[in-house]
């Protein structure tokens, strides 16, 4: 796996992890105010409005509140925290606000109407498949270098032709093409081997006139790399 394709996939482990120690730390947190959780009276001190906007134009707007209360302690805690929309909507600066805390931890509190613990299950959910397709992504990556080892120790080398290319476009990274060279092996029966490097458009043309070193697996054919780039997979 290139570096920066590792690092990439170790990041993504990471906010995957990351999400779901978060969500967690909330299910723990809603689970301590139902069992252990004492009520207060607490006041508005702000509304506010998040508005995000994707790529795509989709607009995405999120309802905050900020409040403060008085625990127990003589402590002041302050607060801000995400509410449904229509539940935003009936709120006022200075107005009054049911809350719930710990008694022994009052900085773990939240507001009575807004009960909802989706948050912390959706955080877990969402990281765990995020980890575990990240470690899905090592593990495939991993077996696949495993492969063209044993092929580059134990396989068979012949030479083929250029005589075609698998075109992948993105949105964000133009064209990119892997040529594909054909080849017989030991047996006689055709075979074809896919470039692991992306390539320019110019190379299918150039390469046509030289033969391709391939490297074959002698019991399973299907398993062929060119030689020039089998120690430098992408």
Known sequence: ??????????????????????????????????????????????????????DSGHVRKEYWVAYKFRAASNQTIRRET????????????????????VRDEPSI???????????????????SIIVALGCGVVFWKAWTAHQIRTVANTGFLVFGNVTGFKLKRTKHFGSSYRLTAAFLDDHGRSGSALSLLKRPASDFDLLREFPIPIIYDPADSSKAYWADEISEPE
């Open 109 to 127: 509190n939240a507001p009575l109407r807004n009960s909802d613990t989706s948050f912390g299950w959706r955080s877990v959910v969402v990281g």
């Open 1 to 54: 796996m290139k570096g920066w394709t590792l690092s990439l996939t170790l990041i993504t482990i990471a906010v995957g992890a990351l999400l779901t120690l978060l969500g967690s730390y909330a299910i723990t947190n809603d689970a301590r105010l139902k069992s252990d959780g004492i009520e207060a009276t607490g006041q508005i001190e702000r509304l506010y409005q998040v508005t995000e906007m994707s």
């Open 82 to 101: 995400r509410i449904g929309g229509l539940e935003w909507l009936k709120l006022k600066v200075g107005q009054p606000i049911d809350i719930r805390y």
